[in-house]
């Protein structure tokens, strides 16, 4: 624990003087990243990087201000200028910080986040290399490793305001990936394969290199299908990014602002009856798990959809306060020079009993999606109007027969969400705040040839 950081909050935030509500957000990361390609370093990195956000509220006037840097001198003048920003802010009556009284029924969660990493720096080009290698090396078909990777990073963040609320938390992250390019004359293809933890000890390096070269290799002599309606079933890669999007429209903010598909849908049926849905941070096998959000809040598990009911929209202070409810935990930043969003950390669907293979043998036939391309431009998180190109391969008799490309497949994600017919059981945590999961739609349209 680093004393220092959360000396640094306190002091700043019990400098408010009357009228005024201050609040400090200390964070101090470290990360490395390690590219290679062709069997050398192609970029290595290792960066540390340290700063303030200070917010001071005024008369319900907000102002913030931020620096890159602790030297005392520095952080005095980053008050000084939230200071000043405050009078030239617009009066608001919800800008406000949290309260003692606002969590007092609230209690962390117990969580172990952080892990010691002594591992040097070449000994993780070694892995970066070794994974190259071994990609390269899984079939003869593979004609290149388009990218291989290393990385890890840890980060501190200490929050305190002027009401006396204190937060301070420390995690670790660490993953590996590759990009495998295959050809056997008809075409290149490519295949990805990740793997995520908390330390080197948690990662399936071998997985990568198996997963990018079978990924890649199944592609291989893709073709146009014909056009049809047919079940869809969607690679935990793929269901992983369609959440992300999707993520959006459970936002508090796009919600008082009338840009969600769900505003004011509370309590309706918005998914299939076995569909839960939930943003978990509490969850330590999630990279996103906390155990307090961007403003000292507590975090908790936030069921969005129950057995496909709409339950809720995630929230920070302040649009808890324009909803007329209390924070949900979700504040996040994107670093210490912005003032506090929302957003999600650990989305993931409830895991079903099946397996992807069960899942598969369910239908006579479907189409298994591995990627999608044009995701964020063919999906509209306010109409729920979808269209993405997708390549993969059908499934008949519940295993894999002929891939496909250049098909696009449709829907809106009000129906997509209706037409989910099967979760798997492969919960899958990547990098990224959402994970990735096996999921059946009954029916999609795909147009082909």
Request: glycine letters at 12%.
């Amino acid at each position: 624990m680093n004393d220092a950081l959360q000396d640094i909050a306190r002091q700043v935030a019990d400098s408010a003087g009357a009228g005024e509500q201050v609040e400090a957000y200390v964070v101090r990361t470290r990360e490395t990243d390690v590219e290679v390609f062709g069997g050398e370093v192609e970029s290595l990195t290792t960066a540390g990087i340290e700063g303030i956000g200070v917010r001071v509220i005024v008369d319900h006037r907000l102002g913030y201000a931020s620096a890159g840097s602790l030297d005392p001198d520095v952080i005095d003048e980053t008050v000084r200028e939230a200071r000043d920003n405050a009078a030239f802010g617009e009066p608001d009556e919800y800008n406000a910080l949290v309260t003692p009284d606002e969590l007092r029924d609230l209690t962390a969660p117990d969580l172990d986040l952080w892990r010691e990493n002594t591992m040097p720096t070449d000994e993780k080009v070694r892995i970066a290399l070794e994974l190259e290698a071994a990609t390269k090396a899984g079939d003869s078909r593979i004609r290149g490793v388009e990218a291989a990777g290393y990385g890890d990073g840890s980060s501190e963040t200490a929050i305190a305001n002027s009401h006396g609320v204190t937060s301070y938390t420390r995690r670790t992250t660490c993953s590996a990936y590759a990009v495998a390019l295959a050809d056997d004359g008809t075409g290149t293809q490519t295949g990805y394969g990740f793997t995520a933890g908390r330390a080197f000890a948690d990662l399936d390096i071998s997985s990568v290199s198996r997963d990018a070269v079978e990924r890649a290799c199944r592609l291989l002599g893709a073709k146009p299908a014909p056009g049809r309606r047919i079940p869809v079933v969607l690679d935990p890669l793929v269901t992983r990014s369609l959440l992300g999007v999707l993520s959006s429209a459970f936002n508090g903010e796009s919600v008082l602002k009338g840009r969600s598909l769900f505003a004011g849908r509370e309590g309706e049926k918005v998914g299939a009856p076995m569909l839960t849905l939930v943003d978990d941070p509490t969850d330590p096998r999630a990279l996103g798990a906390a155990l307090y959000d961007s403003e000292a809040v507590p975090t908790r598990r936030n069921e969005l959809i129950a057995d496909g009911v709409l339950q809720g929209f995630l929230h920070n202070v302040y649009t808890g306060r324009r909803a007329r409810l209390r924070s949900t935990g979700s504040a996040v930043r994107g670093g210490y020079s912005t003032t506090p969003g929302v957003g999600i950390r650990a989305l993931r669907l409830e895991p079903g009993p099946r397996t992807p293979e069960e899942i598969m043998a369910s239908v006579p036939e479907a189409l298994y999606v591995q990627s999608v391309s044009g995701l964020h431009s063919g999906t509209n998180p306010i109409s729920g109007d979808f269209s993405v190109g997708a390549e993969g391969l059908m499934v008949r008799g519940g295993a894999f027969q002929e891939p496909v490309r250049e098909v696009t497949i449709a829907s809106t994600l009000q129906r997509m969400l209706l037409d989910i017919t099967e979760v798997g059981s492969d919960l899958t945590f990547l990098p990224g705040s959402a994970a990735g999961v096996t999921i059946l739609i009954g029916e999609m349209t795909m147009s082909g040839v």
